[in-house]
């Protein structure tokens, strides 16, 4: 199997060694231990919340070609030359894989005197659940013996910046864990810090550990409680952007101004006012205020996805249509700045935040304050879109619009869950995430980090975390079965033969686990951890039926078969027979026991558990996904259960199965009237697709992307044939669409198809496959060869 080729190199420490972002990194310094310390403030015991600003002055009697550091922080820094954003990071990680980025910062040098300068912060106990830590500590290791000088030791200087400080979000009444709201003291921040040593009382830094690779160990074979790793993605996305309109105003004139930029907004002394601003649509940014003058005034900014509907004058969870906001209250987390009366000032917090409604809650002192101006810096993943789809509904075309902007909202350092409330990687989206993202825009590199990252979650008993990496230990015992299949995917889509194989311990761990829960009877036993498979109204807390004693879900039994079924394709592709038939084994005695105690006669239906008192689509798509039945069988299950709205439904997160079992059971042409549902939500103004059907709590969540994938794999039907995507098949299901045109990245080019239905029920048009790649088309149960170029498609009869 042939290595894939992007424009970046993947790697992972332990396998091969590409380059950075922005500069080549010396390879020596992953296995030797780099010569550059972690550095601290003297003070601290680098447990606490805190702000600390580092410094050292180079100086240069010609700017270098090429100067390129190492550079890492916890939890984060912000890298500045000569006052200038360099680069934020480090991507997160774990301890045993602290991430450090490799950055040329030559084009910001100057002859003379240059500052190099770095704000790095701890937000402890408050910091994001996504975030995870050692102690608080800034390391940069220069590349080659040009850039030693700029190594972090006891040459460099710090301060603890007074000015933040950080408070809980705790009164959403909803999960929230994206970390602290902030509160930055403009008489407390050395304005000048970046570019003047002036009027600061720099201390020497306090030094610690040197930095350790991943692949150090020194001649007992001791190691760091913190292990160092090149970047594996590329810097995020940065982008200004303008607020699209003001919504309302009280207080103050001439707010629209505030975000033209056309000229400064004044704030009367001893007045308050409030500016509700409109994004226009959701999105991730790093909010800029711009301010001079009114000293002793205090400026919120509260953000949200949309405003909600009060009752009693309380927000309620009622959104309503998102677009409105007449009658509607602002909800939802907060910053806070409290202004020190100087001039060409400007506050960003120190992580983005997540918005589509910003409110300005403004009193002043006995000085106007003039604001002279507000917009954002949109941040993301760099995910470019490079799939398109035309048909004659442009309803079609607004869906995956939206679907794209779910997705890229969704994706960062991590892909997560939602960017508003969690920041959370957990498995069952990220699986979603990593299809969608791949037929969209052919960049898998987050994809293998997630891979990566759930493999190195695994606890000792053999189960993934549900969610990776988090500084809480989760178990969704369900999930780890999800990651399996996950591999799957990642095996048909990509050419990684030795990160993939190097999942298969991880794989029969996960296996193992399981079977050692199968009852006498053949059924999974009771399971432990937090059993979630889909929000489900008359499921508590996302666990599907039980029987009395905990034990028995049809639903989870029938994953645990698909998710085998699964991994014997891993074990066929790598060739091992022997795993393949003796889990083959295992599946068919898990499968053939809850068809016996759970199939319901008269309802021609499969009950949730052998006691046959509920029943969901879950476990009847989950039994057609593992081959429960035969082909007559399916079709007419699956007919059963797309039309049965007694029994419990998928949510938009498992409508990726039901999709999945629709198009198995040769029914992949209804997938274009199940988009109703979404259609719908962007007549309620939803500008991303939301976690739930209302009332829901975040309104962009990524496991209800799911179109990017099934436009591509579904309706255009371009899917793999055969393992790496080697060759491809090609069923499209234009259900009632007239035609469609679309196109997707492959690595060996773009696949394209151009279809048009005839009167015939029949498909004519076009398929255009990149050279090297060859595939089938199939068409009324009936198929011909592809090859690379051109081909004409004629009805197949």
């Not at 922005?22 to 919340?49: C, F, Q, R, Y």
């Not at 200038?84 to 084009?107: E, M, S």
């Not at 720099?202 to 930095?211: A, D, I």
């Not at 003058?293 to 009752?311: C, D, Q, R, W």
Request: charged letters at 25%.
């Amino acid at each position: 199997m042939n290595k894939i080729k992007l424009t970046f190199l993947v790697v992972f420490c332990g396998l091969l060694i590409g380059a950075q972002n922005t500069a080549d990194m010396n390879s020596k310094l992953l296995k030797d231990l780099w010569s550059a310390k972690w550095v601290s403030h003297p003070d601290i015991t680098g447990n606490e919340t805190g702000v600390y600003l580092f410094k050292k002055v180079l100086s240069f009697k010609t700017v270098p070609h090429d100067y390129v550091i190492n550079i890492s922080a916890d939890n984060r820094y912000i890298l500045y030359i000569n006052g200038k954003v360099v680069a934020r990071g480090p991507a997160r990680g774990d301890l045993n894989r602290w991430l450090f980025d490799t950055i040329d910062i030559a084009p910001y040098l100057k002859a003379g005197e240059n500052h190099v300068a770095a704000k790095v912060w701890n937000m402890a106990q408050l910091k994001p659940v996504a975030q995870m830590s050692l102690e608080t500590g800034l390391i940069i290791q220069g590349n080659t013996e040009q850039e030693q000088e700029i190594n972090t030791n006891n040459t460099w200087s710090v301060v603890a910046d007074q000015a933040y400080s950080f408070y809980k979000i705790k009164d959403l009444r909803r999960f929230y864990a994206s970390g602290p709201g902030e509160k930055f003291n403009g008489d407390l921040h050395p304005w000048h810090w970046k570019t003047s040593d002036n009027e600061i009382a720099w201390e020497k830094v306090k030094e610690g550990n040197n930095g350790t690779p991943m692949n150090y160990y020194n001649i007992t074979g001791k190691t760091d409680m913190r292990l160092l790793c090149p970047r594996s993605i590329p810097m995020m996305e940065a982008k200004m952007q303008n607020f699209a309109e003001v919504r309302s105003v009280e207080g103050v004139k001439n707010a629209k101004a505030l975000i033209a930029g056309s000229k400064p907004v004044k704030i009367p002394a001893n007045s308050s006012a409030v500016i509700l601003l409109d994004q226009g649509h959701l999105t991730n940014a790093y909010p800029q205020i711009k301010y001079s003058k009114g000293a002793n005034s205090h400026i919120k900014i509260t953000y949200a996805e949309s405003l909600f509907i009060p009752k009693d004058g309380k927000p309620t969870f009622n959104k309503g249509n998102r677009n409105d906001v007449e009658g509607k209250v602002m909800w939802g987390n907060y910053d806070v700045i409290e202004i020190d009366g100087g001039d060409d000032r400007l506050f960003e917090p120190l992580w983005w935040r997540s918005f589509r409604y910003v409110e300005l809650e403004i009193t002043t002192g006995e000085e106007p304050l003039i604001l002279e101006g507000f917009n954002s810096e949109f941040t993301g993943y760099p995910f470019e879109l490079k799939s398109s789809f035309e048909s004659e509904d442009s309803r079609m075309s607004d869906i995956f619009n939206v679907a794209w902007r779910t997705q890229r909202l969704c994706a960062g350092e991590l892909f997560f869950d939602c960017p508003y409330y969690e920041q959370l990687q957990y498995t069952g989206d990220t699986r979603i995430q990593g299809l969608n993202t791949a037929y969209a825009s052919g960049d898998t590199r987050l994809w293998k980090d997630a891979i990566q990252d759930y493999y190195d979650s695994r606890l000792p008993f053999g189960l993934t975390q549900s969610r990776y990496p988090s500084s809480t230990q989760q178990i969704i015992a369900p999930f780890s079965l999800v990651w399996i299949t996950m591999v799957n995917d990642y095996m048909m889509h990509c050419e990684d033969d030795q990160f993939i194989e190097k999942m298969v311990p991880a794989i029969l761990d996960i296996l193992n686990w399981y079977d050692a829960r199968v009852a006498e009877n053949g059924m999974l036993g009771k399971l432990e951890s937090w059993l979630f498979v889909d929000w489900v109204d008359e499921w508590k807390t996302g666990y599907p039926p039980l029987t009395q004693e905990k034990e028995y879900s049809t639903v989870i039994g029938m994953q645990y078969v698909y998710t085998i079924q699964k991994a014997m394709e891993i074990f066929e592709a790598y060739g091992m027979s022997g795993l393949r038939d003796k889990w083959g084994q295992k599946a068919e005695v898990t499968q053939n026991a809850i068809l016996e105690h759970c199939w319901d006669e008269d309802k021609q239906l499969l009950a949730d558990t052998p006691e046959k008192t509920t029943f969901s689509q879950h476990a009847n798509v989950l039994a057609i996904l593992s081959n429960a039945f035969d082909e007559t069988q399916e079709k007419e299950l699956m007919q059963r259960v797309f039309n049965d709205k007694d029994m419990a439904q998928t949510s938009f997160y498992f409508d990726f199965y039901k999709i999945a079992a629709l198009k198995k059971a040769g029914l992949g042409d209804r997938y274009i009237s199940t988009l109703n549902t979404l259609s719908d939500l962007i007549d309620k103004g939803l500008t991303t697709f939301p976690e739930k059907a209302d009332p829901t709590r975040s309104d962009c969540h990524a496991w209800s992307a799911s179109p990017l994938y099934y436009y591509m794999s579904l309706i255009c039907g371009i899917e793999p044939d055969a393992p790496e995507f080697n060759s491809v098949k090609i069923e499209p299901h234009m259900g009632d669409l007239e035609w469609v045109k679309g196109s997707m990245p492959h690595r060996f080019g773009e696949i394209k198809v151009n279809l048009k239905q005839t009167k015939n029920n029949g498909i004519v048009g076009s398929i255009y496959l990149p050279e090297n790649l060859t595939g089938t088309y199939v068409q009324n149960g009936k198929q011909i060869s592809l090859k690379s170029g051109e081909n004409q498609i004629d009805e197949l009869h």
